[in-house]
């Protein structure tokens, strides 16, 4: 029992470690997108003009 409740707790951890990071790293990856996006959009009207 001692053994399942250990493992129960480290996969725990890491689940939660994981769903961490990936909301982290999704966030910061939308976050460069948008800038990206709308420098172009930016460039894309000057040289349209």
Request: with cysteine; glycine share 6%.
């Amino acid at each position: 029992m001692e053994n399942l409740a250990w493992l129960f707790d480290v996969s725990l951890i890491v689940t939660i470690v994981f769903g961490a990071a990936v909301i982290g790293l999704s966030i910061c990856w939308w976050l460069i997108f948008k800038r990206t996006v709308r420098r172009f959009n930016q460039t894309g009207n000057h040289h349209a003009r």
